[in-house]
């Protein structure tokens, strides 16, 4: 076979119309073998070719007679010293980190490992057994495809709802969608599919990670599997399992069509991103592909024995992000995600593990400062869990600029609210208007919050209000695994019941966590299935449970039908007004000769909360918000103007009257919903200032204010 020296970069296998570039990283190899299978996976050792080239530490090869749907992998020579952080072995066959495509997943085997399994040197010993037969090869894709007039959507922060959402749950039991698209890239992209989110109101899908993954052998072992996918090793390729056409490059041309579809929509793609370690656990782990390229180069290796690991994550292992080469392979890959793949954002799981430069976390780290200075990566969406395993990775509030983060304080505080714990308010005031305390003092806006009450790590929304207890017998762990959640409550009754009170009162509590989610400063984020009541009977922790505890279920009866339509009036009102999508931190104060305050809390008897009343037992609160006090201005320039709305919140277990702000003749307080009542009124409520309002106990109500005559905007 012909072979040219070939380029170091870009690293990965590249094809250039005429042949393949074929270019990997390894800074203490001192060989690499270029080894390609043909169409039956099977490894000649005529293909196996070493590569002679290297410049800057980087293999390179060019043969020119390769084409697209080549599977190829390396072995990689070099020490096999542990205790001095080198775990080279050529036995085993390497998945190239920068591969953009794989073709299938691991099939286990001890020949896996780069030790001995059961050897009393452990991974000290060396295993001499080929793999190549268990492990996924690397594809040559042609990156061709027609995008047309694409682009990246650029919905602005303050217009965004994100759903997060799992590829395969959302769409393994939709009846309409094919039986052939159910579970995949092009079943998410199917007309039902597309239409439900449109409906819904939601401007951006958060999925579950996607990049290839592996499912740990102790969960292979067990008969389970790793569902939620936060375990990469090739953070290039889109995972084999969630295609429909998984023949070679074919996923890479199906993740495409499905992104361009939803762009379509009119709807975003955020990718939820696992940079922060890889699937090859720790020291005793299988040799995939880092450990076997450049194992000390990779992975942070404890300083005065670096056969371990240092383990922020509690995966095994830390990806080294303070050597250039690493950092290098994670900037290159968003970057391909952005401009080959056209996503519009990615949210960083464990992100405070990036920024650790030596050991304390880090706002100044490379990983922030080459972000920033990215012309591509600035300009996208970035949304970090702002938390880590390791001493002192909580960081909520503490990301830099340009940031969005997982609001977990406003999570905890809304649950506590609406669960019942008293001395709240002012805690509650801070979340529902965007965590000023948080955000403000580091030049950020609202929208770098992104709050939620639950997510795809604990229970469903219905689960929240139906269980105290985790039941993860499932998950074969004797219920030992996920952590126990004590910002839930039960509404009484522990688990499934008849009793119509307690039905009545967790569908309640249902709205109230919704409408107070989606009526708060910041940007939404919907666990997807929470608007229809999806449970996973108790299991808050269904990491492995690729089965119907995880999928949705589209059999939807009356009550989830009205939990549906109630959130999509809620994101529709969201959508429609300015004044609960503020791009800027409320004042307190009179604004452009408004002759109220943008915003102003009060008492249920209608006056104005005082210094001393915020940290007290109370359980209700009532906030105005100002439509005529918004301080920004549209794209002309033109003052934004908007309804004024009251939110009246009673986590009390008894009603709770409000007395309503006065206003001038010829205004009214109009009810537009209440979370005591399933379904909207259909006839206008309409109330004076300074008439009372009952807000029934552990409710929720809206009103607006309005001219009297003047048609409602529903």
């Known amino acids: 076979m012909k072979r040219w020296p070939g380029r170091p970069y870009p690293q990965g296998a590249t094809w250039d119309g005429e042949g393949v570039n074929f270019a990997l990283f390894s800074e203490n190899a001192t060989g690499v073998e270029l080894c390609l299978f043909d169409h039956k996976d099977h490894e000649k050792e005529s293909h196996r070719i070493w590569m002679e080239e290297r410049t800057d530490q980087v293999w390179h090869l060019y043969l020119p007679e390769v084409r697209p749907g080549q599977v190829y992998g390396y072995r990689v020579h070099g020490p096999y010293e542990p205790e001095a952080g080198h775990r080279f072995n050529p036995s085993k066959l390497l998945i190239d980190p920068y591969a953009k495509a794989l073709t299938g997943i691991i099939k286990w085997s001890d020949a896996m490992f780069g030790y001995r399994v059961g050897d009393p040197a452990e991974d000290l010993s060396y295993d001499e057994r080929n793999n190549a037969g268990n492990i996924p090869k690397c594809v040559v894709i042609d990156q061709a495809f027609t995008w047309g007039g694409d682009t990246l959507l650029e919905t602005p922060w303050d217009k965004t709802v994100i759903y997060e959402v799992h590829v395969k749950g959302l769409t393994m039991r939709h009846p309409d969608v094919p039986k052939e698209l159910r579970g995949t890239y092009a079943g998410l992209a199917s007309p039902p599919i597309i239409e439900y989110l449109q409906r819904l109101g939601v401007t951006a899908v958060e999925l579950l990670p996607i990049h290839h993954f592996v499912t740990d052998k102790h969960l292979y072992d067990r008969g389970v599997t790793n569902y939620w996918g936060y375990n990469s090793i090739g953070f290039l390729a889109p995972d084999i399992r969630y295609s429909a056409f998984p023949d070679r490059g074919r996923k890479v041309y199906e993740f495409k069509t499905m992104v361009k579809t939803l762009h379509s929509a009119g709807i975003e793609i955020i990718l939820d991103v696992v940079y922060n370690h890889t699937g090859e656990g720790n020291q005793m782990g299988p040799t995939l592909s880092f450990r076997g390229i450049d194992n000390a180069t990779y992975y942070r290796l404890m300083p005065d024995n670096p056969r371990y690991y240092k383990d922020y994550t509690g995966c095994g292992n830390t990806l080294n992000v303070r050597h250039p080469r690493t950092l290098q392979l994670i900037m290159d890959s968003l970057r391909y995600w952005v401009l080959e793949m056209h996503v519009d954002g990615f949210r960083f799981d464990l992100a405070s593990t990036l920024a650790r430069e030596l050991h304390d976390v880090d706002k100044l780290s ?125 509404c009484g009754v522990e688990g499934p019941t008849d009793n119509p009170a307690i039905l009545e009162l967790r569908e309640r509590q249902k709205r109230n966590f919704l409408a107070t989610l989606l009526l708060s400063q910041g940007v939404p984020m919907i666990c997807g299935g929470d608007e229809v009541g999806r449970t996973q009977h108790g299991n808050n922790n269904a990491y492995c449970q690729d089965s119907e505890i995880s999928w949705f279920d589209w059999n939807l009866d009356r009550s989830s039908q009205q939990l549906l339509a109630f959130t999509r009036q809620v994101i529709q009102l969201q ?140």
């Not at 103007?641 to 109009?670: C, M």
Request: hydrophobic content about 35%.
């Open 366 to 490: 490379a990983f922030f400062d080459i972000i920033h200075q990215d012309p591509v990566l600035s300009q996208v969406k970035l949304i970090a869990e702002p938390w880590d395993l390791g001493e002192g990775g909580y960081q909520v509030g503490n990301f830099p600029p340009g940031w969005a983060e997982w609001n977990g304080k406003y999570r905890d505080a809304i649950r506590r609210y609406w669960k019942g714990d008293g001395g709240l308010l002012g805690e509650m005031a801070y979340r529902l208007s965007g965590s000023s305390d948080l955000y403000e003092a580091s030049g950020r806006r609202p929208f770098a919050s992104i709050n939620f009450v639950t997510a795809h790590d604990g229970f469903t929304l219905r689960d929240l209000v139906s269980y105290d207890q985790k039941h993860n017998e499932a998950n074969g762990e004797n219920n030992r695994d996920g952590t126990d959640d004590n910002l839930s409550w039960n």
């Open 575 to 714: 959508q429609e007004h300015p004044v609960f999508q503020r791009r800027r931190f409320f004042q307190g104060r009179r604004i452009r000769g408004s002759e109220v305050k943008d915003i102003s809390w009060l008492r249920p008897d209608g006056k104005e909360m005082d210094d001393e009343e915020w940290n007290k037992g109370f359980q209700a609160l009532a906030l105005r918000l100002a439509g005529d006090a918004i301080e920004e201005a549209d794209s002309r320039g033109r003052p934004i103007k908007d309804d004024t709305f009251l939110l009246l919140l009673n986590a009390y277990q008894d009603p709770v009257s409000f007395t309503l702000p006065a206003h001038k003749r010829g205004i009214r307080w109009e009810l537009v919903f209440d979370t005591a009542v399933p379904v909207p009124p259909k006839r206008p409520r309409l109330f004076k200032g300074g008439q009372t309002y009952s807000v029934t106990g552990r409710t929720l109500a809206l009103l607006c204010l309005r001219m009297e005559g003047e048609k409602a905007s529903q």
